[in-house]
């Protein structure tokens, strides 16, 4: 259908974000473009990862345990416990942006290709020489070309970057709390309707989330 639309609320760092990437990818296969990646900065801003670490690797067993999604060892010993970690979801979102300019259809590739870096092969993409490894590899296998060197530059410097995203996600936040707080959240909008799509859904994968969109199609 031409006159859908999906906009999807997250953060790169939302573990329940990453339980509800199944359901994200069925949407991005079929659709495409008519899926607008909406950024919140949950957690944008860095904190160290002793902070959080304890409580997140319980809210990840519980995420696995009710969705099947992977979270290692390697995770736990790389990201969660290394010496002076910091926890950001910055880099991230910078480099989901720049990918954008390219073609918007690489910003869910990368988000889900972010998580199994982090969360199953443990690598710490609060960091930025990680973060452009995963950006090159997306890049790569969809026919696309980034310059290192200069993706690097500008997730470190780029002002005008990071004011944009920035705006970004402010849009984000606003939209989001029209209808409803946390990440992740779901709007699908047809024509003038707009629907919330129900976390149960989100959390059921591909099947359910191909089903849900065609029961709420218009006959």
């Known amino acids: 259908m031409s006159d859908i639309e999906f906009r999807y609320f997250f953060d790169p760092l939302c573990g329940w974000c990453y339980a509800s990437a199944p359901a994200l990818a069925a949407i991005e296969e079929s659709y495409g473009s008519q899926l607008r990646m909406m950024p919140t900065g949950l957690f944008f801003e860095p904190r160290p990862i002793t902070i959080i670490a304890d409580h997140a690797w319980r809210n990840d067993q519980r995420i696995s345990e009710l969705t099947g999604q992977r979270f ?22 910078l480099a989901l942006a720049i990918l954008g300019e390219i073609d918007v259809d690489l910003e869910p590739r990368f988000l889900h290709a972010a998580q199994v870096a982090r969360y199953v092969e443990g690598r710490d993409t609060s960091r930025i020489e990680e973060v452009v490894r995963v950006a090159e590899a997306v890049a790569a296998a969809n026919d696309a070309a980034i310059n290192a060197v200069i993706f690097a530059e500008r997730l470190q410097s780029d002002t005008t970057l990071l004011d944009r995203v920035k705006a970004r996600m402010a849009t984000s936040r606003s939209e989001l709390q029209s209808f409803g707080n946390g990440v992740p959240q779901l709007l699908v909008q047809m024509g003038k309707v707009v629907q919330v799509v129900e976390g149960e859904v989100l959390y059921g994968g591909k099947d359910r989330m191909h089903a849900t969109i065609a029961c709420h199609q218009p006959r």
């Open 72 to 93: 290692s060892e390697s995770y736990l010993l790389n990201v969660l416990q290394a010496p002076n970690g910091v926890f950001t979801s910055g880099p991230l979102t």
